[in-house]
């Protein structure tokens, strides 16, 4: 495979929005009128690494929020110090990956006691780390996160 979609049904039970968020976030990398294209233009995209909503492309500091810890610990397993640059990532996790980044990950060789049994917990947690080291993960491969709008929202 070239590229595969990621998804996640946002039905985490602190969300009132999750149906919304999944839809936008489906609608902007899935449109029906357009995917094949928004597709086939992602994979001939050489320095594109994921692709997702243009609005869900969140930058900064200040959206590490209780996952930096966990989120270098991760990224020491590929030797990657992101220290120089500023965190970058998918929110919403709804995004096209391409294979070279899914073989980064592989490299975690994550196991299934990496990952702590959530009870709740809307942050702080591995799945939320993992989602902010990819941004990481891209640049690391000399790659970038490519947003996209659908063609009902373009701008």
């Known amino acids: 495979y070239e590229a595969v979609c990621k998804l996640h049904s ?3 039970p602190h969300l009132t929005f999750g149906d919304e968020w999944r839809s936008e976030l489906i609608a902007e990398i899935l449109p029906e009128d357009n995917a094949g294209v928004i597709l086939n233009c992602f994979i001939r995209t050489d320095d594109a690494g994921i692709l ?4 869900h492309i969140l930058k900064g500091e200040q959206w590490w929020g209780q996952n930096k810890e966990k989120a270098m610990g991760l990224l020491s397993r590929l030797n990657i110090n992101p220290s120089n640059s500023e965190l970058q990532f998918p929110s919403g996790s709804i995004y096209w990956m391409k294979a070279s980044i899914i073989e ?6 994550l196991t299934l006691d990496d990952f702590e049994q959530e009870s709740g917990a809307t942050d702080g947690t591995t799945p ?8 990481y993960l891209c640049a690391d491969s000399g790659l970038h996160i490519q ?3 659908s063609s009902r929202r373009q701008q």
Do not use: D, P
């Open 147 to 149: 947003g996209v709008y």
């Open 52 to 55: 997702v909503s243009a609005n």
């Open 128 to 135: 939320h780390a993992f989602e902010r080291i990819l941004g």
């Open 10 to 12: 946002k039905k985490s």
């Open 104 to 109: 980064r990950i592989k490299s975690l060789e």
